[in-house]
Structure formats: structure tokens, C-alpha cells
């Protein structure tokens, strides 16, 4: 199984309980972005050795949080270098709004992921858009570019809709068979 890595900055926790789904569903590393927007001196090399990056973080004012814009700028050096060209790439966020501008953040990952030379894995879900649809069916936000999750302001972390969850478990396995695919063409 190649290895996929998840680096993800957490504002409230909600993300953070995403991350640690998403990476559980397939045993993917995981990297978190501290508060200053810095990750381990060591986490680095483990995204170099990870065959596949997902990027996580909530959707502030229409873009991820500048913890997450600082990682990425540091990811610089990587981009330089070329260390991350032909990974597989993915990425998903939150926020409290049903919509939230949460597309600009996922395009905003997409930029970076193609920047690097990477390739992008869709969501890959029909949208649960029919009028019985619920918060508790899969892609009930009915994304494609990555998942959309989103958490009321006043919902804890343990309140985050079991959609959004099973969405986050759908997509990682997705990002995991593709990256499989991919490792072995290679």
C-alpha cells in the first residue's frame, strides 16, 4: 500500500477530527500545523516520502487560515527542488456555512498541488440532491474538486454531521486506491 500523508491545520478542532478520520480510514500519516503555521523539521521528509499529500484545513473568509498559507509557502523549497512532482493529490475543508466559500479554499489547495507538479483526485460522489436527502447522506454538500464538510458555529466537535464523516472515509479510500494505481505504473 503506498503511503499517503495528511498535513491539515485545525482552527476549533472540527478539522482535526476530519484529519484523524480520514487518516484512521487508511492509515495515512498525519501532519499537523501548529498555531504558528509550522510543522516538524521531520514532517517534511515524511511528505517527501509519501507517494500522496491530502491538504486540510477550515475555510476562513473565503480561503484557508494563514497558518495553512505559511505551510504552503514554505513549501517553496519543495516546489524549487521539485520534490513533490507527479504525487497524488487531494484535499478537503469546513467551515459553518452549508456554502461558505468553501470551493475557493479547495481550488486554493488545487493551485498549490499543481504547482508542485501534482495530480489531483476529485471526490469522485454523486451529490445527495433529491429532496429526501439529508445531512446524514454521503456528499450531501455535493462537492466534486474535494470534500466539503460543514459544522455549525455552535456544534462541538462530536457534532459534526455523520455525512460529512462518511464523505471524509469515502475520500481518503478513494485518494488510497488511486494512489495504489498510481505507485505501481510507475
Not at 487508511?26 to 491538504?55: K, P, R
Not at 452549508?98 to 481550488?107: C, E, R
Not at 469515502?170 to 505507485?183: C, H, K, P, W
Request: aromatic share 10%; charged share 20%.
Amino acid at each position: 500500500m503506498a503511503k499517503v500523508s495528511l498535513v491539515y491545520f485545525s482552527g476549533y478542532g472540527h478539522t482535526k477530527v476530519l484529519a484523524e478520520t480520514f487518516a484512521a480510514q487508511i492509515e495515512a500519516n498525519l501532519i499537523e500545523i501548529n498555531q504558528d503555521g509550522d510543522i516538524q523539521d521531520h514532517d517534511w521528509q515524511t511528505l517527501d516520502d509519501s507517494a500522496a499529500i491530502v491538504f486540510a484545513a477550515p475555510t476562513y473568509m473565503a480561503a484557508a487560515p494563514w497558518q495553512f498559507k505559511k505551510f504552503a509557502d514554505a513549501s517553496s523549497k519543495k516546489w524549487f527542488t521539485r520534490a513533490w512532482q507527479d504525487k497524488i493529490f487531494g484535499g478537503f475543508t469546513n467551515s459553518a456555512s452549508l456554502n461558505g466559500d468553501k470551493q475557493v479554499t479547495l481550488i486554493q489547495f488545487q493551485t498549490l498541488a499543481s504547482q508542485h507538479g501534482g495530480i489531483w483526485v476529485s471526490l469522485g460522489l454523486l451529490p445527495a440532491n433529491t429532496k429526501t436527502a439529508t445531512r446524514q447522506d454521503i456528499n450531501n454538500l455535493g462537492g466534486s474538486v474535494g470534500a466539503l464538510i460543514q459544522t455549525p458555529a455552535d456544534a462541538s466537535v462530536d457534532e459534526i454531521p455523520e455525512g460529512d464523516i462518511e464523505t471524509v472515509k469515502s475520500y481518503a479510500e478513494r485518494i488510497q486506491t488511486i494512489t495504489d494505481r498510481f505507485s505501481l505504473t510507475k
